[in-house]
């Protein structure tokens, strides 16, 4: 994709910080590997015919690991990678050698094709398909004070040793899930070691305000997942107790400008930031017919930049 036809960034001034990218989760893909997934070739040929040119990589194995083989085919559709993306338990002391194995993984991989950022997300409460408890729903006492000295610890190696900048994501069925936990991270953690990824669809889902989530935390903004949620099936959830795979299958995640938050809004109180942010588009639909991503990337994308994110 040539410099004319790049659509990532809006030439408006007002808008042109703000730089719009996909990732795999766009594609209904939640998993390295998974039979009901589109394959990662069809996918990446789709997303850069719906005209992005950002990429966060999503589950790390999904897309090639190998840095040159990654750097090869990315840049063959026009794309420039700026985060990677892992999974990884913080709260217990004998699961901390296998996450900074991982992320060592990923910061190895990402560092080397030049991306910036490396998210990190929560391990759920629930399993991912079933629905069914694999862990507490609130972390105290020890297992709290570990969670923190472990997103700091690990926000340090990845900075330090890979210059990527860890940022934080809030999920339905995780320990960052509401307005309350998150105030309770930025609390602890150190700012220089872990930023947050600003995912708006999971603050409707934990039931949050993401524009007073802005306002109140400018500086702790560090990268943004701009998708929607179904406002009166997020309550359904919540007043039913259903595990967040139940409210995906059930349509919770939604293509904007339907569900909350309101993205002009939104892209306003993004703008008003007034500084460099990667705005990664994403919806939830683990297990979708694989002959919808694409079309409906293409209306979200150019309903996004009605609004300023990126140009159609």
Known sequence: ???????????????????IGVCPDQWGVWFPEDPVQIPWRQALREMAEAGFSIMETGPFGYFPTDPAELKVVMADHGFRVVAGTGWGILHKEEAWADTERTFRAIGATHAAVGAEYVVHLP????DEKTGEFTDERVLTGKAWDLYIANA??????MKEDYGLQMVL??????????????DRIFQATDPN??????????????????????KTYPDRISYVHIKAMDPELVKQAHDDDWPFVAAVHK?????????????????????????ELYVVC???????????????????????????????
């Open 1 to 19: 994709m040539t410099q004319d036809q790049d659509k990532s960034r809006n030439t408006d001034p007002r808008y042109a910080k703000l730089a």
């Open 123 to 126: 391990p759920m409460f629930r």
């Open 152 to 157: 700091n610890r690990l926000g340090r190696i």
């Open 169 to 182: 994501h809030p999920h339905g069925d995780s320990h960052i899930e509401t307005r309350g936990d998150i």
């Open 193 to 214: 070691y872990v930023g947050f990824c600003l995912d708006t669809g999971h603050i409707v889902y934990g039931q949050g305000d993401c524009i007073d989530l802005i």
């Open 251 to 275: 349509g919770v995640s939604v293509a904007p400008p339907e569900g909350e938050p309101k993205m002009p809004a939104l892209i306003e109180a993004l703008a008003d930031l007034d500084k």
């Open 282 to 312: 994403e919806q939830d639909m683990y297990g979708c017919d694989p002959s919808f991503p694409k079309p409906n990337s293409i209306k979200t994308r150019e309903y996004l930049a009605s609004c300023g994110l990126g140009l159609k």
